[in-house]
């Protein structure tokens, strides 16, 4: 939820830079092809969250403090929020 509050806003922001950074062309195109790499994007990642989903983690199991277990898909989209 966090990162897409933190993340939402900037689509507006990116499509219109893309508007303006290639003005000649249409501005329903660019729009169009950036929808179109977002929703491949997260249709690729949802297989792989699923065979991350079935992955199970150990984190710190010799210290029963903190011992703790994270699943594959969160540790997936974790690292996708890191990266971008």
């Known amino acids: 939820v966090g990162l897409g509050v933190c993340a939402g806003p900037i689509q507006p922001i990116n499509a219109e830079l893309a508007v303006d950074t290639t003005y000649p062309s249409d501005e329903t ?14 249709a690729l990642l949802v297989p792989l969250a699923a065979v991350g989903a079935k992955q199970d983690y150990q984190l710190l199991p010799t210290n029963e403090w903190f011992a703790s277990d994270i699943r594959g898909d969160v540790v997936l989209l974790v690292a996708i929020a890191a990266v971008t």
Do not use: C, D
């Open 29 to 42: 195109a660019v729009e169009s092809v950036q929808q179109i790499g977002g929703n491949l994007v997260s």
